[in-house]
């Protein structure tokens, strides 16, 4: 089993519309879990870190469920601008500063 | 203030060849990580350096090395090159002592023919 798991999609939604996203992680150790968005051909850059009571930054809802070992991405009101690779990341298990990264899942939003 | 910057941007090497990467970590960042991406797969860890040692690696052969300079400046050096070493490599420099801070370059992309 891969330490992240993500649907890799695409995902090809039309403006306005509300996507979400999942992720499943196996160490149960992990401490820190993140969002990154990555365009095509480019790098990865953070979108936002995952916190255990959930966290909005816009039209963004990040959520994580540390029993079930699941983080979500939410988003809303979805814009042409959105259309990337979202990539699920995860932190801290045993001391290790290393992130692990999914695969990644592409959302596509079309006019 | 320069963010991480990496060189070349692209590069085509002959099987076999040998490959050197080079990666200039943000200013105020010590630490530097190294990560291979091929198309359609997310960024996997090839190692970290800190101190101008080897502090931790990833699943990847001895083919891959690298270094660590005095002014925190890192290169990926990979010998012996396969077809299957075609990816975009990608630098990300930290924050000193806590991985905070993560922040990646734009990446080289090899093409080994």
């Known amino acids: 089993r891969k330490e992240v798991e993500q649907d890799p999609g695409p995902f090809n939604v039309p403006e306005g519309a509300t996507v979400a996203f999942n992720c499943t992680y196996s160490n149960s150790a992990s401490q820190s879990f993140f969002w990154y968005r990555q365009d095509c051909r480019k790098e990865p850059k953070l979108l936002m870190s995952?916190?255990?009571s959930g966290n909005e930054d816009g039209r963004f809802t990040a959520q994580l469920n540390r029993a079930s070992q699941y983080i979500s991405l939410l988003i809303r009101d979805s814009k042409l601008s959105d259309s990337a690779t979202y990539l699920c990341v995860v932190r801290g298990a045993g001391g290790s500063y290393i992130p692990t990264f999914g695969r990644g899942t592409s959302l596509i939003v079309h006019p | 203030d320069a963010g991480v910057t990496q060189s070349p941007t692209h590069l085509i090497k002959t099987r076999g060849q040998q490959v050197t990467l080079r990666c200039s970590p943000k200013?105020?960042?010590?630490?530097v990580s190294w990560y291979q991406q091929a198309l359609g797969q997310g960024p996997q860890f090839i190692f970290q350096y800190y101190e101008e040692e080897e502090r931790q690696r990833g699943n990847f052969p001895d083919r891959f090395s690298g270094h660590q300079f005095p002014n925190y400046s890192s290169e990926l050096n990979v010998n012996a090159l396969l077809l299957g070493d075609s990816a975009l490599y990608l630098c990300?420099?930290?924050?000193?002592?806590?991985?905070?801070?993560?922040?990646f370059g734009s990446g080289t992309r090899l093409t080994v023919v």
């Open positions: 200013s105020g960042h010590d630490t």
């Open positions: 995952v916190y255990s």
């Open positions: 990300a420099s930290s924050l000193p002592g806590t991985g905070n801070g993560y922040t």
